[in-house]
Structures are given as C-alpha cells and as structure tokens.
C-alpha cells in the first residue's frame, strides 16, 4: 500500500508476529533489538532464563542472525547510546546490517559507534541523526544549517569506518 523498501518491527511478540514480514524477501525488515532510549534497559538488558547469563537483546540478535533471516532481508535496531552492546551484537551476528539512531541529540558518540559497529571492510552500519539535523537552526537559515550538520555528521562517519 505504501510503497515501502522496508519495515522496523517488534520482535518482542515472537516469530509468529514477524513471519508475516518475511514473507517478503524482497523487502527488509527492520528489528528492534538495543534501542537507544534509557528505559529500553527495563527489559532488553535483563538476563533471561537458564541462559547463563544471556540478555534478552542479545537472544534477539541471535535469533535474528541464525534463524529468521533465512533471505537475507534482515537488520536490526541497536542504538548509538550503548556502544559495548553494539559490539555484542557485531560478535553475535556477523555481518548484519544495523540501523543504529542515537547520534546527535541523544548522545551517541560517532567514533565510539562506528568502531563498534561496523564489519571488517567498514560498512554495515545505517547510522540515523534525525534530531540533531532538522533542528540545527532556528531562523531563515535552517536548511543551511542542517545541510552543514548533515555533512559533518556524514564526514565523521566516514572518517572512521
């Protein structure tokens, strides 16, 4: 209906409330697994279970990587504001596309999230600055302004990968 390339869902229901998403191979789906506002740690971060020790983001990022994206057409949310749990789920899935926000107006460092993040040839990261863009001016300068906070995040991304 919408024309959409890809969706950002809900894992937290379980599998039968994503299949339906991907029964599109050709369109992404998009999961949330460590967001970056505060009080997602009121359950992301808890352990789970017999599990040793596993958190609840990181079963998603496994489940995820090993068993639902059979096409392909998988990514994950991980935010900018938990940098170490970005490296975890690198560690857990490889080379998975992940769309982090977080940088810019809520505090995600740029360098500490890409070298995080990113796979071995530099990608691998769709790194989202939504705030900290369209709110860079104030005046009759606004697109200006966010076209000059749009590059120098772009270039600071690019400048470590």
Sequence with gaps: RFGADAVTINPY?????VE???A???????LLCRTSNPGGSDLQFLEIGNSGGEKLFERVARLVA???NTTGQCALVVGATFPAE??????????????VPGIGAQG???????KAGRTADGTGLMINSSRAILYAGKGEDFAAAARRVALETRDAINRYR
């Design 86 to 99: 970005i490296a975890r789920v690198r560690q857990l899935t490889g080379d998975l596309p992940l769309l």
């Design 13 to 17: 229901m379980g599998r039968d409330s």
């Design 24 to 30: 599109y191979p050709d369109k992404g789906v998009i």
């Design 66 to 68: 090993t068993e639902w």
């Design 108 to 114: 995600g460092d740029i360098e500490a999230t890409v």
């Design 20 to 22: 339906p998403y991907l």
